[in-house]
């Protein structure tokens, strides 16, 4: 099995004095309010099961207190489930003994957190350096490896300041260097960027792309920002009071959410950039022979003008090879932005050929 | 009314005074048997403690205060400090005390040393146990408000007179604070940078060494400032069993109604103390400006 993939099933977890008692309440559906007023535990998961192959961004989304950082912390077992299995690369690891733990911490998984928990009275380097540390890395190859993971995140020349001395941004890139200087395979992120404001978010996902696109790791990212998801993850989970409510990718969570709840998560959204020519395009039509093809992996957003150039017809769409695979029109772009609200074929499309003629 | 409820009732003069005379030759036969080898476990303390003295009084007194002015400096990185402490030193020194602050000195030094190497690990010790905590909470209470002289007895009786009886009574006193401020520190220290380091994978003693110590090195700091102050308290009374120093000539102006000699080395411990305080302090701040 591939060593970096992560497989989680049939995860429960709940708080409390006495975890095991309150199981079978758990298993026949007790809510989460009626398990915490009348029995004093605190639901935190339920049910869960997920895949995250090798290399791809799993994203884990879901509002305040819905078990997110809970369910990341299973998969390096700072929490122990209370039911449940969560292997990694094929290994158990909830059987594994204390030293091999260790182990699989210093040189699996690691980990970036919400609010830094960087060690204040160390510097950036021997914060860079400390998984090295407790690996007992040879004392060159450290150094060597903290000041190749400090310049990549940029933070060369701040090598002797302490994280007190630092703005947030700054804090999480060295968080960022700490984990990914063990060069573990999987990477957890539990809302690295929650405590930054939104110029300084967009500049570290910028970051944590180029490094995935050189780095292919695996990696869990917790957000509570649905736009967020989109630029980083491949999938992205939407957990509600402790259950996966769907987990798909962002063209399918937009254009067919599972449910209401869902669905108000991606009402914010601009769905013009979301949107790839791809998931909306229609059949292709083997007659079509214009010259303003359009790609499938574009956006909706970078289609328009080109489709536009001539309204009334259908442009062909190409993969990346350039073969013919679907067709899109100035109309169905419209219609997808718009949200489904416009629904085809009961009308509403002959109204709106009708206002773009 | 009846008799008992007139007076307490006792249980007994005769009885009680035979419990007591139990205790009391129990112990004395103990000491008696065994007093030579516990004495004999103390010796390497004993001439630490008598090398130290000789070291500062042999010393040339002008390269104790360049010593000690630098020690300073090294702590504190403050100028300030170390013309204080220049100061202090030069006027017990001009006031014809120097010896027995020299002697003062040593008997500090060597009690602090003492309860950091025995403190701090008991700290450690409490911090990793919440029912070792509970055990030694009141026996840290107990030895706080316990009489000095209680425990005395038992020591000199032990001992007898002299310099290691002294540096005993001393620990005991001020131990407490080492152990109470380390155990404190270590808890105190914030989970999220504990669930990183196990997020790591650092074993127990890689997380003691490179986190928990480290971010409670100012609450340590703080403890044996505090012990220091004691120690410097005690210095009077362990000079009734013998202890040279400060302290003595302070007992003999008592007995003897001398009062200039009693306020000047009255005044040379709390100058001494003033200074260790200060010199601490600063330490424990600078450990604190550093994260
Ligand atoms: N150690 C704990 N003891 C008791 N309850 C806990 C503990 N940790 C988490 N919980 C509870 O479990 C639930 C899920 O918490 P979790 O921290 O995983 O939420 P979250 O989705 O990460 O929220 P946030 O976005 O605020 O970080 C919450 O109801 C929380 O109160
Ligand atoms: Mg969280």
Redesign the pocket.
Known sequence: MSSGSIQVQGLY?V??RDPAAVMPLVREGIG?EELRDTHGH????RNIDLSVPEGSVQVIM??????????V?HFNRL?EPTEGSVSVGGVDVLTLPPGELRHFRQSVISMVF?RFALFPHKTVRANVGFGLDVQRTEERERDRRVARWIERVGLAGYEESYPGELSGGMQQRVGLARALATDAKILLM??PF?ALDPLIRADMQELVLGLQAELKKTVVF?T?DLEEAIAVGDRIAI?RD?EIVQNADSQELVLRPADRYIEQFTLKINRARVLRVGSVMEPPNMELDSPLHCGADMSLEEALPRVSASPGEEAPVTDRDGNVVGAISVLRILVAVAGGRYSLGDGSEDRLKRILR | MPEWLKSFPTLGEEFLRSVRRVFDEGYRSFSREYGEAVEAIFDPLLYLLVWFERLLLATPWWLVVAAVCALCYAATRSKKLVAWTLATLLVVGLLGMWEDTMRTLAIISISTLITVVLGVPLGIAMSRSDRLQAIFTPVLDVMQTMPIFVYLIPVVMLFGLGKIPGVIAVVIYAIPPVIRLTNLGIRLVAEEVLEASDAFGASGRDKLIQVQLPLALPNIMAGINQTIMMALSMVVIASMIGVRGLGQPVLEAVTNQYFAMGILNGAAVVALAILFDRITQAYGRRLRAIR
């Open positions: 977890k708080f409390g989460k605190v639901l935190a998961l879901g509002l305040s207190g819905c078990g997110k950082s809970t369910l912390r929490v919400q539990d809302e929650g917790v509570h957990l402790g």
